[in-house]
């Protein structure tokens, strides 16, 4: 199997790899080392990439099958490609919350793919976190009682938003033009310890998208749902990464949360994303 340079960015996940460029095809081996680290640090950073929309999707076809945003239009030259444009004007940057993509539907996606097309001078980073980990740091009393708490997950919960709906929200991000208005409220529910379906490691499976525990009430359930997203922010769970020009970064989104910074008021922060097809959490 080939073997690829790597150089971690923490110790709790997240690898850069380096002198690879995937706008070519890649062979089995190569394939095969990306997906051994994908599975050991579940963040891949990969520089130096040049991707048109078509050589992205080219790319992501390797994880699986794509997973069409059901809330968002995507590129008219590649409608698997969905691009993320925060303007110098907008009021709030699209997805400054800790979440996992997709918690709201039956299937959640198994792997999220950003590719950096345009930056602030500074700021911007994303920052990860690795759930499995903080699963594993939880005592026996607490990882057997949420063994038996399920999640419900609202596409169209108003407290995400500050009481506002979802096109409201997205207008103060200068999303609002993707937006796709024909698409219904998205509901689902699922185990908030997840299981990952290749490792058979546990994590906690949770995100801004989770509203409340199953057959609990918003207020009943709000101090276990603060207590967890609180946890999994811990530094020891946690990698930060430093976008580049050009950057392409892939995470595991059945183990990782993650939160885009919102510090760069003022300037243009372009991305292109793909999203791959996952299945129902056990």
């Avoid at 089995?28 to 130096?48: P, W």
């Avoid at 709030?92 to 345009?118: C, I």
């Avoid at 995400?160 to 998205?186: C, H, I, T, V």
Wanted: aromatic share 10%; charged share 25%.
């Amino acid at each position: 199997m080939t073997t690829i340079e790597t150089s971690e960015l923490a110790g709790a996940l997240g690898v850069e790899i380096k002198g690879l460029d995937v706008s070519r095809p890649l062979d089995e081996s190569e394939v095969g080392a990306l997906k051994t680290a994908f599975s050991e640090h579940k963040v891949l950073v990969i520089r130096n990439q040049d991707l048109t929309p078509e050589s992205l999707f080219a790319f992501s076809k390797l994880w699986g099958d794509p997973y069409y945003f059901p809330h968002m239009t995507g590129l008219a030259e590649q409608p698997e490609v969905f691009e993320i444009h925060t303007t110098p004007h907008a009021e709030r940057v699209f997805g400054n919350r800790w979440h996992s993509d997709q918690m709201y539907v039956p299937n959640p996606v198994k792997v999220t793919m950003l590719y950096a097309k345009e930056l602030p001078p500074v700021g911007g980073d994303t920052i990860f976190s690795n759930t499995e980990s903080a699963y594993d740091g939880l005592s026996d009393g607490m990882k057997s009682m949420l063994s038996r708490v399920r999640i419900h997950c609202d596409s169209a919960d108003r407290s995400r938003y500050g009481g506002k709906s979802r096109e409201e929200w997205y207008a103060a991000s200068g999303m609002d033009e993707k937006l796709n208005q024909d698409e219904a409220q998205l509901i689902a529910v699922h185990p908030l310890i997840r299981t990952h379906p290749e490792t058979g490691r546990k994590c906690i499976f949770i995100g801004d998208q989770a509203q409340r525990l199953d057959g609990m009430s918003d207020v009943e359930s709000q101090p276990l749902i603060d207590y967890l997203m609180t946890y999994i922010q811990r530094p020891e769970f946690t990698c930060r990464v430093h976008w580049e020009p050009d950057s392409l970064v892939l995470w595991d989104n059945r183990c990782t949360c993650h939160y885009a910074v919102a510090d760069y008021a003022g300037h243009t922060r372009r991305m292109h994303r793909v999203t791959i097809a996952g299945d129902a959490p056990f």
